[in-house]
């Protein structure tokens, strides 16, 4: 590409950028996100709201409007930021990272064997450090993987084709490595992350993924309810910490456009969780009582009872 062609293009996307962030109304933001929507360079999960939402999540992060449409990817109705996006966040920025350092340990793999060809302790090492804080090393290993119930075997992919087409079959080394950058990224620099989680890991959560899950056991083991209750109280605090705008609320009425905007954040929150909304209403009063978990870290109590009210005003 020739440096004409790059000083020509690069207006265009700024003044792409420049025309959805500075919207006043949401009928202007459609007009940008559509003229987007028909360019060809929009993702092809991604209409015209969701347009919107990942350039609004991006601003959170200092992404521009590109970058936030490729590598922030909804999954049940959460943001989720790919592996590749949050190495590129945290690694250069010398002003929060003083050391990154990624490795492996153990045994060589026979890649001619697919996953078959790891040993158990084979693991990605991530060694960092924060500026101003000391330094940590996070190790995510084959064993890790298949006690979580993610590891493929070439049997169970040969009993079962679709898990031929799962990163964890495919490309099961780099697995182990998004996995380990998001816990890192996630425990070290969880503000700059502003609470996304990375995709890799999320997309390990789709129930309709055909990925063999584990049962687990014991004394740990959570009650239905009791986990239901976490991902609705999980759900609620990502919205807010991811900037959902609920500054409708402040000033609700009856309106057309008040109660729309509602039933949307409404449902929402109780599809992402996978619940009704009822049961989303219920889990999160549970939650306030203690009577499922302990409360939340994002939001208040007063926060979270407000939001059971919306849902009680939407439910109705």
């Known amino acids: 590409m020739s440096n004409e062609l790059q000083k020509a293009e690069a207006p265009q996307m700024a003044l792409a950028d420049r025309l959805l962030t500075n919207s ?4 202007d933001a459609m007009k940008v996100a559509t003229m987007i929507k028909k360019s060809g ?3 092809e999960h991604l209409d015209e709201g969701g347009i919107i939402i990942a350039v609004s999540a991006g601003q959170a992060l200092g992404l521009g409007l590109m970058q ?8 049940k109705g959460l943001p989720t930021l790919k592996g590749d996006l949050i190495r590129s966040l945290i690694m250069p920025n010398k002003s929060i990272c003083e050391v990154w350092e990624e490795s492996y340990e153990g045994p ?3 890649y001619t064997k697919g996953p078959d060809g790891f040993k158990d302790d084979f693991c990605h090492v991530l060694k960092v450090q ?9 190790r995510f290993s084959v064993l890790q993987a298949k006690q979580m119930g993610l590891w493929i075997t070439v049997g169970e992919a040969t009993k079962e084709p679709k898990l031929k087409h799962i990163g964890w079959y495919k ?5 182990l490595m998004y996995r380990n950058i ?4 996630r425990d070290v620099w969880g503000d700059i992350l502003r609470g996304f989680k990375s995709y890799e890991e999320v997309l390990d959560y789709d129930t309709d993924a055909p990925i063999p899950q584990k049962a687990q056991t014991g004394p740990v083991a959570q009650k239905p309810a009791q986990k239901k209750a976490e991902e609705v109280v999980e759900t609620v605090e990502l919205l807010f910490a991811d900037g959902a705008d609920f500054s409708f609320l402040d000033d609700f009425k009856n309106t057309p456009r008040d109660l729309a905007m509602l039933a949307k954040m409404n449902a929402a929150i109780a599809k992402a969780a996978k619940v009704s909304a009822k049961v989303a209403t219920a889990s999160l009063q549970n939650a306030i009582k203690g009577q499922d978990l302990d409360a939340t870290e994002i939001l208040t109590e007063g926060q979270i009872g407000d939001i059971v009210n919306i849902l009680k005003l939407a439910t109705k």
């Open 171 to 175: 490309t099961p080394q780099r697995m």
């Open 130 to 138: 924060r500026v101003g804080q000391k330094e940590r090393i996070f």
């Open 108 to 110: 060589e793999p026979d």
């Open 182 to 185: 998001g816990f890192a990224g």
């Open 68 to 75: 936030s449409m490729v590598d922030i990817v909804p999954i």
């Open 24 to 27: 006043q109304t949401i009928e």
């Open 41 to 43: 360079f929009c993702p």
